[in-house]
């Protein structure tokens, strides 16, 4: 369906041919006997270089002999759909596929090492599905070879429905591996009341009034686009010497003590506990706080820009029941079923035709479900209009294994000091 | 036959704990000690080749934290026993018949989970919490004073919860001594003080040198504590381990840093009971 350009079938002939490593390994420290020994104790990688793109038959290839079996396993994050799972148990009965649902993915770094080892050893993982972040992970499992190629013929709803922007996304040009389950934007949050005024752009991020107020993210790549940004630099077209003065720039508002700590998902509450007036933060999780404690907290895409991050689902290349799983994927493809996930999640839709549906919604419904549901239609952070999606930017792209220690070596210090 | 027995038998009775010692202790050390000079990336694997680089690397990056972790440890461990002493006094000779009820009770708070106490911890302590927030309004203490992500918050978190690791052991020591030596030295005209300087104190020492090796080492390495309670100025050796690990999956290095920590510790303690006297620490608490 799209095009997918460079082939390299040394790629899945690395995946299913045995692996020289641990010879060489032996050959190389195998002076000694402990020597040999330590060596063979070594943490076995992929081989071969990082691959970007797949073979043109790679597609052909993986989905060949491959069938419906009726049952597959999904792994996505925790409150990333409606613990009921009505869309679910509407798929089980249209298509007989029972899915086993599991909340285990809680960051990319852990995922990624939980996996790899199996993934590396063409073992199964238990998953035919897993919705991972565009992030530094993505980029390894996909030069890994761990994601398998997707078949856009078996993704009708997919081509008719998905907003067309998807399909140029740095890190998965054309969506070869990877289509989106939903996107968050990385913007600014805060307390007006203790602000005292409103928070606009980036450079408030950086203002003496705020000394010990400000939070950060612990995540490098999500606090290196702040430092990009903060001057002037677009993080998808970033190199190491852009890194540099981004990562001088984060330093000198920590030297400055500007920053209360660099957080992880427990910035949201570091917020409402007033340990920080205004922070880094995920879109949807503010408006889910500002629902949920009742709290009035503003969402902002800072001036300079904002960046826009995609969790996507991905079919494992050792997945059991990956035709189970793709027709899964397609399934949210339906305007319908994207339409009440959103409604729950309140994150970016990737399927815009759902803002007609959730008014739809909203005007079969009464009272408060009918305002949360206006409001979910009429939210920029849902339903991003071009003039928000022109502020938005994709992450810090990397080539090579080494440029991701390069740029982890560059801002990892200053949150870890 | 009988002879050949004999010559085997302490051998087949380490057996079992050798075999237990070499599967869960040396082959995982050895594996660490590997991948602790190993070379590549996650995509591509690691190879071993003798890398003594990252420990270079760990040292230089990272001597900060560890120097920060050691003295953390160190300060918690002094704390400990100025605490523990008395309490575990108080309860060895006027805990009278209710003994094991104060020790149940100085133990109770831990059957509740060591990360979920840290985070209750955090709730009391944080900026508008329950201690804070009244001190705020009643203007004893500055609006922009905070507790939280200060090193007195990551100390107070880990004396906190090395508590009774402190106690029991020197508990068990003062519980040992038998009341009539500190008879005998009261009826050799010894004072209170001196009686316990010279006799109890000297006694409850075996008691103070476990407490000291049950604590300090995994103080110094908690990474709990400091992600819970501190912020980025106080990050300890075991945060960046584990971010090595897990979040960079960069294993050498991680590795590196264990090792490198590890022998830090282990010669502190050498030193420690080599200073101490550890034959004469050792007979006393055997006895």
């Known amino acids: 369906m799209f095009p997918t350009d460079k082939p390299d079938p040394s790629l899945l002939r690395g995946m299913t041919q045995r ?7 032996f050959r190389l420290g195998g002076v000694s006997a402990l020597g040999a020994f330590l060596a063979a104790c070594g ?5 071969g270089k990082p691959q970007a793109s797949v073979a043109p038959d790679a597609v052909e290839k993986f989905w060949a002999g491959k069938a419906k079996n009726g049952k597959l396993d999904f792994a996505n994050w925790p409150l990333y759909m409606d613990p009921k799972k009505p869309e679910l148990k509407k798929f089980t009965a249209q298509t007989g596929i029972q899915v086993n649902y599991q909340e285990v993915i809680q960051e990319m770094g ?21 919705v991972i972040t565009n992030s530094i992970q993505f980029g390894q499992f996909r030069s890994g070879g761990f994601l398998a190629p997707l078949d856009h013929s078996k993704l009708p709803n997919y081509a008719a429905n998905a907003a067309k922007s998807y399909a140029n996304e740095s890190f998965d040009p054309g969506n070869v591996f990877s289509i989106p389950w939903a996107s968050g934007i990385t913007g600014i949050a805060y307390d007006a009341k203790k602000t005292g005024r409103e928070i606009t752009s980036l450079a408030d991020l950086w203002d003496p009034a705020f000394k010990g107020k400000v939070g950060m993210f612990s995540d490098t790549q999500e606090l290196a686009n702040f430092g990009l940004l903060a001057l002037g630099l677009k993080p998808g077209e970033s190199d190491e010497a852009a890194w540099k003065k981004a990562a001088a720039k984060l330093r000198e508002q920590k030297d400055a003590g500007m920053v209360r700590n660099y957080y992880d998902q427990s910035y949201v509450d570091a917020l409402g506990k007033g340990e920080v007036w205004l922070t880094q933060a995920w879109s949807g999780d503010i408006f889910q706080k500002n629902v949920s404690d009742g709290t009035d907290f503003k969402f902002i895409i800072p001036s300079e820009g904002g960046t826009i991050w995609t969790d996507n689902m991905t079919i494992p290349i050792t997945a059991a029941n990956p035709v189970d799983a793709i027709t899964l994927m397609d399934f949210f493809y339906e305007v319908e079923n994207a339409a009440t996930l959103a ?63 390069a740029f982890q070596n560059i801002f990892q210090p200053i949150t870890l000091s | 036959m009988n002879r050949v027995k004999r010559t085997l038998a302490p051998y087949l009775l380490v057996l079992p704990g050798g075999l237990w010692l070499l599967l869960f202790f040396v082959v995982p050390m050895v594996t660490m000690l590997s991948l602790s000079l190993q070379q590549g990336d996650i995509i591509n694997g690691y190879r071993f080749t003798g890398h003594w680089q990252n420990y270079v690397d760990a040292i230089t990056d990272y001597r900060v934290q560890m120097i920060r972790s050691l003295v953390y440890g160190l300060v918690t461990t002094v704390a400990l026993i100025v605490m523990s002493f008395p309490i575990a006094y108080w309860i060895a000779f006027h805990g009278g018949k209710r003994k094991s009820t104060y020790l149940f009770l100085l133990l109770l708070p831990f059957f509740v989970s060591f990360v979920l106490r840290t985070i209750s911890w955090r709730q009391i302590l944080t900026d508008d919490g329950m201690l804070l ?50 008879e005998a030295a009261r009826d050799l005209y010894a004072a209170p003080m001196t009686a316990f300087r010279r006799v109890v104190f000297p006694l409850a020492l075996p008691g103070v040198f476990a407490g000291v090796l049950m604590t300090f080492v995994p103080a110094s390495s908690d990474y709990v504590n ?39 510790l282990l010669s502190g303690i050498l030193l420690y009971a080599r200073a101490l006297g550890t034959e004469d620490v050792m007979n006393a608490a055997a006895r």
């Open chain 1, 19 to 25: 692996r020289l490593g641990r010879r060489d390994a």
């Open chain 1, 43 to 47: 943490v076995e990688g992929k081989g």
């Open chain 1, 110 to 130: 852990p995922w990624f090492a939980k996996v790899q080892p199996q993934l590396s050893a063409a073992q199964p993982i238990g998953y035919d599905l897993m």
């Open chain 1, 343 to 405: 409604e729950y999640i309140n994150y970016v839709c990737p399927v815009p035709a759902a803002q007609a549906q959730i008014k739809e919604h909203a005007a079969a419904a009464t009272g408060e479900d009918k305002a949360s549901l206006n409001g979910i239609a009429a939210s920029p952070l849902v339903f991003p209009g071009e003039a928000d999606y022109a502020k938005l930017h994709y992450y810090v792209d990397f080539n090579t294994a080494e440029q991701q220690q």
């Open chain 2, 133 to 182: 927030h009244p001190l705020k309004e009643a203007g004893l203490v500055s609006s922009g004073f905070h507790i939280l992500g200060t090193s007195y918050a990551v100390i107070f978190g880990l004396i906190y919860n090395f508590l009774p690791f402190m106690v029991l052991p020197i508990y068990v020591a003062l519980e040992r001594i038998d009341p009539r030596v500190v």
């Open chain 2, 226 to 264: 400091s992600a819970v309670l501190g912020s980025s100025e106080t990050t300890m050796i075991g945060q960046v381990v584990q971010a090595q690990a897990l979040a960079n999956s960069n294993y050498p290095m991680a590795s590196a840093l264990s090792f490198f920590l590890m022998a830090v």
